[in-house]
T-cell receptor
Framework: SQKIEQNSEALNIQEGKTATLTCNYT??????LQWYRQDPGRGPVFLLL???NEKEKRKERLKVTFDTTLKQSLFHITASQPADSATYLC?????????WGAGTKLIIKP | DVKVTQSSRYLVKRTGEKVFLECVQD?????MFWYRQDPGLGLRLIYF???????EKGDIPEGYSVSREKKERFSLILESASTNQTSMYLC????????????FGPGTRLTVL
């Protein structure tokens, strides 16, 4: 079965630095990977989608990469701010549904 | 501003009760989804619907049923609530065709005593 693995430990980053989150998948490469942000007590909010044939996607301070050799996607936040603190979820497509990782909690310290 | 709303933010029920969770979207989306989210497990799909009166089982449908009588509304029903159904329930919607971004409601935190 398809799985998505994200680091379950919280990631602590100093404000202004680049935060990098990892998403690993198993079995065959997904056609898409999606990244969402979730704040405590709220539903996830879509951030970025990257396709299998795209190596990199950017949106403002966000960058996502897709490496089919490593079976991995990296999510970068540059010039991080305390307001970026949240849990970030990665999801892959599978039979017209999404398979979700458990998320990585990011804490940006002022 | 696009919106997915859920009928309750917090709900406390007793074991054996029938529980209804309602979800409404105003984006004219074809697809609607019900997930539950538990710590360390990520989002798990309970049911989804790609059209009115259509439904498909997700990964964990046991103990749940759904209803979609109108395009904008998708209901999750717990026929006889049990303590292991204590969880955060999230509704989402998306447009048809492929795996598109999903728009989520605020969630309902259900506690079954």
């Amino acid at each position: 079965s398809q799985k998505i693995e994200q680091n379950s430990e919280a990631l602590n980053i100093q404000e202004g630095k680049t935060a990098t989150l990892t998403c690993n998948y198993t079995n065959y490469s997904p056609a898409y990977l999606q990244w969402y942000r979730q704040d405590p007590g709220r539903g996830p909010v879509f951030l970025l989608l990257i396709r299998e044939n795209e190596k990199e996607k950017r949106k403002e301070r966000l960058k996502v990469t897709f490496d089919t050799t490593l079976k991995q996607s990296l999510f970068h936040i540059t010039a991080s701010q305390p307001a970026d603190s949240a849990t970030y979820l990665c999801a892959r497509d599978s039979n017209y549904q999404l398979i979700w990782g458990a998320g990585t909690k990011l804490i940006i310290k002022p | 501003d696009v919106k997915v709303t859920q009928s309750s933010r917090y709900l406390v029920k007793r074991t054996g009760e029938k529980v209804f969770l309602e979800c409404v979207q105003d984006m004219d989306h074809e697809n609607m989804f019900w997930y539950r989210q538990d710590p360390g497990l990520g989002l798990r799909l309970i049911y989804f619907s790609y059209d009115v009166k259509m439904k498909e089982k997700g990964d964990i449908p046991e103990g749940y049923s759904v209803s979609r009588e109108k395009k904008e509304r998708f209901s999750l029903i717990l026929e006889s609530a049990s303590t292991n159904q204590t969880s955060m329930y999230l509704c989402a919607s998306s447009t048809a065709g492929g795996v598109n971004e999903q728009f989520f409601g605020p969630g309902t935190r259900l506690t079954v005593l």
